[in-house]
């Protein structure tokens, strides 16, 4: 019999409740930012934490008290990005992989079964690590590329039933305009111009939510 989701969660978990996370670690080469980062997983209840700055400087597949961790080895040390993956995810982990020539972005896939087993439902989790404002007005180029490479992989994933585009964008999107469905009701502050462009790639690719909170999300299984 094959296996569902089900068959790895508790009796009082719903097959449709996720909590997915995002978290510039900014080192996690030590063993003990790795403990840590797994309790951090299991205060918030987070089934899949993407990571940035790792400056781990290889790929990785390790398991950390049931969890399981990928990383991406960077060109540039600074950099990595990575995955944390709760146990009753990780039996449902389909393929992972960085995009050619980019460093700033990573993808991780999930084939789960529906309940029923006809069917598979395929979803696809970007990591994104964008430019900092401070590199965006020296190189301005380097903003352009990075959301040219970041739209060329949402192409890529189009056929998954879901698709989740997360990270540490360096970006202050602001308060909302009336006119923004992609920002929920908490965003605050003003807006600087990595947040211009963050808006602008959102609104362009019919994404929801953008912004540091909490977000209400059902899957179909």
Known sequence: MV???????????????WRVATFNVRGLAMDAKKRDLVADARTYSADVVALQETKIQDNV??????YRLLTFKPET?????GFLVAPRLSPFLYRSWTPADCER??????????SGGQRTFLLSLVNAYGPTSAVSERKPEVLDKFYDQLTKVLHDVRGSSAILVLGDFNSKVGRKQCYEECLGKYSK??????????IEFAQMNNLLRVGGQAVDYSLSL
Not at 3 to 17: G, M, Q, V
Not at 61 to 66: D, P, Q, R, S
Not at 189 to 198: E, H, I, P, Y
């Open 105 to 114: 972005l990573a993808v991780l896939q999930f084939k789960l079964p529906c």
């Open 189 to 198: 502050g003003k807006r600087n111009a990595n947040g211009d462009a963050l």
């Open 61 to 66: 597949t390790a398991t950390l008290e049931g």
């Open 77 to 81: 040390p600074a950099y990595g990005l």
């Open 3 to 17: 296996p569902t989701i089900n068959d790895y969660c508790d009796s009082n978990c719903l097959t449709t409740e």
